[in-house]
């Protein structure tokens, strides 16, 4: 590669062959071994730049500022993200910088005080996959702009990665063509890339079966595949810990807890962690627990045999749609990073994950299904005393609540399959009289 010395970031195998390709490169995978690529940094030259003080300071002078586009949680640390990109081709929404909540009274209730949920679902398409899809999608503009002739950007999703692609295609004005199972994604997320114009294809399999039909269509036809196995979203997803670690005034937690379908954003989390332990900004690291569906669940299979065995499982519905994946990308980059970071997985059946939804929804989450499966994780890890009541633990909300309005309906109507509601909660119908309402109301009242 001739351009090799004046690269501050390149795709480099995952898995340690030899080889730098160029970040505009239209790459996926290692031409060696055929493994996953990812992007590395050169750390000694950010190093050289400034100091760890110097990064933290820039790194929370653009934070939320309006200094576009680094005002987005993503680009506010573009050096380390991806610097290959003019700022003319960024395609951004302002993703990132999403709330950090302190769930107090959830924590009372299950006995840990310090538990937080980083709510990556307040984002412009409502999940934490636009952290990611503005890195991809602005490399694509950036493409573009030299003269690389890119006619539509394609992924395989189930319901996220799709809205999150149509979205920035739209405000970028690119082709955006998705794939989705027939039936198995929420009806918000199948309006979102067809309300932002997307060519959407709706397809009679699982998201597996997806995913293999996309990456031959893109690979025959000059179609940039927008999948997480292109790390390029890896870089942006990644980011959550740095705002994590922020937020805290750059302080670690002991204890983080993420949903894992693909993998990618188990991935994503570590290598955050990781690069900012290199560039002397952390001195520790949390512990990473991955939490499964258990109708989804080859690494928590794998885990079980202490990594020795990784085999794809056929995924069973699940209630938590977007994990809905047996043969997870990413799955061996994340092994990578939860055996560097302690790291543990559970799962958690349809029964449990729902009521733990439910559960946080009460004391006013009102979350996604996949942030149930955390949650339902957290509550048997409290109860097994492998997470300790004095713990900062940090509950990573994948979407928004708003996009699963069917599951949540479902389940307060007592309509779920093997799922019994423990907190449903249903209107009650009166007539409009004066005694009748007051009536309801004091029973209601009686019953706290
Ligand atoms: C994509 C997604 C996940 C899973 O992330 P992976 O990187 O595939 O493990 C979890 N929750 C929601 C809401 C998602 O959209
Ligand atoms: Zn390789």
Same mark, same amino acid.
């Given at each position: 590669?001739?351009?090799?010395?004046? @690269?501050?970031?390149? @795709?480099?195998?995952?898995?340690?062959?030899?080889?730098?390709?160029?970040?505009?490169?239209?790459?996926?995978?290692?031409?060696?071994?055929?493994?996953?690529?990812?992007?590395?940094?050169?750390?000694?030259?950010?190093?050289?730049?400034?100091?760890?003080?110097?990064?933290?300071?820039?790194?929370?002078?653009? =934070?939320?500022?309006?200094?576009?586009?680094?005002?987005?949680?993503?680009?506010?640390?573009?050096?380390?993200?991806?610097?290959?990109?003019?700022?003319?081709?960024?395609?951004?929404?302002?993703?990132?910088?999403?709330?950090?909540?302190?769930?107090?009274?959830?924590?009372?209730?299950?006995?840990?005080?310090?538990?937080?949920?980083?709510?990556?679902?307040?984002?412009?398409?409502?999940?934490?996959?636009?952290?990611?899809?503005?890195?991809?999608?602005?490399?694509?503009?950036?493409?573009?702009?030299?003269?690389?002739?890119?006619?539509?950007? !394609?992924? !395989?999703?189930?319901?996220?990665?799709?809205?999150?692609?149509?979205?920035?295609?739209?405000?970028?004005?690119?082709?955006?063509?998705? @794939?989705?199972?027939?039936?198995?994604?929420?009806?918000?997320?199948?309006?979102?890339?067809?309300?932002?114009?997307?060519? #959407?294809?709706?397809?009679?399999?699982?998201?597996?079966?997806?995913?293999?039909?996309?990456?031959?269509?893109?690979?025959?036809?000059?179609?940039?595949?927008?999948?997480?196995?292109?790390?390029?979203?890896?870089?942006?997803?990644?980011?959550?810990?740095?705002?994590?670690?922020?937020? @805290?005034?750059?302080?670690?937690?002991?204890?983080?807890?993420?949903?894992?379908?693909?993998?990618?954003?188990?991935?994503?989390?570590?290598?955050?962690?990781?690069?900012?332990?290199?560039?002397?900004?952390?001195?520790?690291?949390?512990?990473?627990?991955?939490?499964?569906?258990?109708?989804?669940?080859?690494?928590?299979?794998?885990?079980?045999?202490?990594?020795?065995?990784?085999?794809?499982?056929?995924?069973?519905?699940?209630?938590?749609?977007?994990?809905?994946?047996?043969?997870?990308?990413?799955?061996?980059?994340?092994?990578?990073?939860?055996?560097?970071?302690?790291?543990?997985?559970?799962?958690? #059946?349809? %029964?449990?994950?729902?009521?733990?939804?439910?559960?946080?929804?009460? #004391?006013?989450?009102?979350?996604?299904?996949? #942030?149930?499966?955390?949650?339902?994780?957290?509550?048997?890890?409290?109860?097994? %005393?492998?997470?300790?009541?004095?713990?900062?633990?940090?509950?990573?909300?994948?979407?928004?609540?708003?996009?699963?309005?069917?599951?949540?309906?479902? =389940?307060?109507?007592?309509?779920?399959?093997?799922?019994?509601?423990?907190?449903?909660?249903?209107?009650? !119908?009166?007539?409009?009289?004066?005694?009748?309402?007051?009536? !309801?109301?004091?029973?209601?009242?009686?019953?706290?």
């Amino acid at each position: 590669m001739e351009k090799k010395e004046t @690269f501050n970031a390149w @795709f480099q195998c995952a898995g340690g062959c030899s080889g730098k390709y160029a970040l505009n490169e239209i790459i996926y995978r290692c031409p060696n071994c055929g493994g996953l690529l990812e992007v590395c940094h050169d750390i000694e030259k950010l190093k050289k730049a400034h100091s760890k003080e110097e990064w933290k300071h820039i790194f929370d002078d653009r =934070y939320k500022r309006t200094d576009w586009p680094y005002g987005s949680g993503v680009w506010g640390k573009k050096e380390i993200v991806c610097p290959n990109i003019a700022n003319e081709n960024i395609v951004s929404t302002y993703e990132g910088g999403s709330n950090l909540f302190w769930a107090e009274r959830l924590g009372k209730e299950i006995g840990v005080n310090d538990l937080w949920i980083k709510q990556c679902g307040n984002s412009h398409t409502g999940s934490f996959k636009d952290l990611g899809m503005t890195v991809l999608v602005s490399m694509v503009k950036q493409m573009q702009s030299e003269g690389k002739h890119i006619p539509a950007v !394609a992924c !395989a999703s189930t319901g996220d990665t799709s809205a999150s692609l149509a979205a920035y295609c739209a405000i970028g004005s690119m082709q955006a063509i998705v @794939f989705l199972p027939r039936n198995k994604v929420s009806n918000a997320q199948l309006i979102q890339p067809l309300a932002s114009g997307a060519l #959407t294809l709706s397809l009679d399999t699982d998201f597996d079966g997806c995913m293999k039909i996309v990456q031959e269509i893109c690979a025959k036809n000059n179609i940039y595949l927008a999948n997480s196995m292109n790390s390029l979203r890896i870089e942006g997803q990644k980011t959550v810990s740095y705002e994590i670690v922020q937020q @805290f005034e750059w302080e670690v937690p002991d204890t983080i807890i993420i949903p894992g379908g693909n993998l990618g954003n188990v991935a994503a989390l570590g290598k955050g962690f990781l690069e900012m332990e290199a560039l002397g900004i952390i001195s520790k690291r949390p512990r990473i627990i991955c939490a499964q569906a258990a109708n989804a669940n080859p690494l928590y299979k794998s885990y079980l045999t202490g990594f020795k065995d990784t085999k794809p499982v056929r995924a069973k519905k699940t209630l938590a749609s977007a994990i809905q994946i047996g043969n997870p990308v990413s799955i061996n980059k994340a092994i990578k990073v939860l055996k560097e970071f302690n790291g543990i997985v559970e799962q958690a #059946t349809e %029964d449990e994950l729902a009521n733990a939804s439910a559960h946080g929804d009460k #004391t006013g989450l009102y979350n996604c299904p996949h #942030t149930g499966v955390a949650l339902a994780v957290l509550f048997k890890l409290v109860k097994k %005393d492998v997470i300790k009541s004095h713990e900062r633990v940090i509950v990573i909300s994948t979407a928004h609540g708003l996009k699963f309005t069917e599951f949540k309906l479902k =389940y307060h109507e007592n309509r779920i399959k093997n799922v019994t509601p423990h907190h449903a909660n249903l209107p009650i !119908a009166l007539p409009a009289k004066y005694d009748a309402v007051l009536d !309801a109301i004091n029973r209601a009242i009686d019953d706290k």
